[in-house]
């Protein structure tokens, strides 16, 4: 079993920062690809990024690159998301997930424990 949980969620105005994270506790955690994805109102659960276990490989949804980046440290068995120049539009709750291969995915499907979400809003 693994457990994670979001924090760092909050209000900002367009074009500022947050840095979200994700505790993560269980066995073996460390040998695991972690995601972050993000859901709006209305709208399907989305990928956001992804990171090896390793730290080594990451992989970026088009919508966010350049922006966003995710890291872990897996001594502290903390994921980050750091987040720059929001938009409104990246106004969502956002998740941390972690999937039982040391290689990445951008599908939702194939990540086996979610965290409860944390939410993001950016105004404008």
């Known amino acids: 079993q693994v457990q994670l949980v979001e924090s760092g969620g909050g209000l900002v105005q367009a074009g500022g920062s947050l840095r979200l994270s994700c505790a993560a506790s269980g066995r073996a955690w460390s040998t695991y690809a972690m995601g972050w994805f993000r859901q709006a109102p209305g709208k399907e659960r989305e990928f956001v990024a992804a990171?090896?276990?390793?730290?080594?490989?990451?992989y970026y949804a088009d919508s966010v690159k350049g922006r966003f980046t995710i890291a872990r440290d897996n001594a502290k068995n903390t994921v980050y998301l750091h987040m720059n120049s929001l938009k409104p539009e990246d106004t969502a709750v956002y998740y941390c997930?972690?999937?039982?291969?040391?290689?990445?995915?951008?599908?939702?499907?194939?990540?086996?424990?979610w965290g409860q979400g944390t939410h993001v809003t950016v105004s404008s």
């Open positions: 997930a972690a999937r039982l291969s040391t290689t990445i995915a951008i599908n939702r499907h194939e990540y086996n424990y």
């Open positions: 990171i090896s276990w390793s730290g080594g490989i990451t």
